[in-house]
């Protein structure tokens, strides 16, 4: 099946400071890719769509201006979470469609969890 | 506007005996509806899907699912647990039907499997 690599899949870092993540998919072209975000014991809820070439799509109460997403290739796109916070401590995951006939399949990667101390 | 509703929080069951985790949904359209499932500190796997096809899917590790439109249920089961099937599972629908494009997630479920 298809593959979609997340990096880091942990990392801690201090406040004030900014933190990219890496989602790639390793065996197929991805035009849309998505960030979810999931906070502990809670379900996954969808902050940006991500459009290769294009600007990123945000959901209503996601701040533009602290996840910075660029999706510069068919195969990468980066979530960056600027001047970190503790409340920004949460498990990132992304996912990306791969057209399959008529349909397109979601494939997630391993996820990233954040800790801002 | 679409939505999952994940019935239970929590499911404990023995090892051996059957596994029901319930799902309503509710959609404008004809809805994709998947379930997924995720592992501590893990990422998501698909467990099976739903796009129209048959109304019984059967998935991974010996899981199924049956889409019941009258009911707007898609209901989880297994006939027999295993302890590696503890874990969270997620209901999930894709609206419009097919595309994936955009999922919503229910609240999740967490089996718990006891000996």
């Known amino acids: 099946g298809a593959v979609v690599s997340q990096h880091p899949s942990w990392v801690i870092c201090k406040s004030g400071t900014s933190v990219k993540i890496e989602c790639r998919s390793l065996?197929?072209?991805?035009?849309?890719m998505f960030w979810y975000r999931q906070f502990p014991k809670q379900s996954l809820m969808l902050m940006a769509t991500?459009?290769?070439?294009?600007?990123?799509?945000?959901e209503q109460g996601v701040e533009k201006d602290k996840f910075l997403i660029n999706h510069a290739s068919l195969t990468l796109s980066t979530l960056t979470v600027t001047s970190a916070h503790p409340e920004d401590s949460s498990f990132y995951i992304c996912?990306?469609?791969?057209?399959?006939?008529?349909?397109?399949?979601?494939?997630f990667g391993q996820g990233t969890r954040l800790t801002v101390v | 506007a679409q939505s999952v509703t994940q019935l239970d929080s929590h499911v404990s069951v023995s090892e051996g005996t059957p596994v029901l985790l319930r799902c309503n949904y509710s959609?404008?359209?004809?809805?994709?509806l998947f379930w997924y499932v995720q592992h501590p500190n893990k990422g998501l796997q698909l467990l099976l899907k739903?796009?129209?096809?048959?109304?019984l899917v059967k998935g991974i590790n010996g899981f199924e699912a049956e889409f019941k439109k009258s009911e707007t249920s898609f209901h989880l089961t297994k006939p027999s647990a295993h302890m590696s099937d503890a874990a969270e599972y997620f209901c999930?629908?894709?609206?419009?039907?097919?595309?994936?494009?955009?999922?919503?997630f229910g609240t999740g479920t967490r089996l718990q499997v006891t000996l």
């Open positions: 996912s990306a469609g791969r057209p399959k006939g008529v349909n397109t399949e979601a494939f």
């Open positions: 065996d197929f072209q991805a035009t849309t």
């Open positions: 991500s459009n290769e070439g294009s600007k990123a799509t945000y």
């Open positions: 959609s404008s359209y004809s809805p994709s």
């Open positions: 739903y796009t129209s096809a048959a109304t």
């Open positions: 999930v629908v894709s609206d419009p039907a097919g595309t994936a494009s955009k999922l919503t």
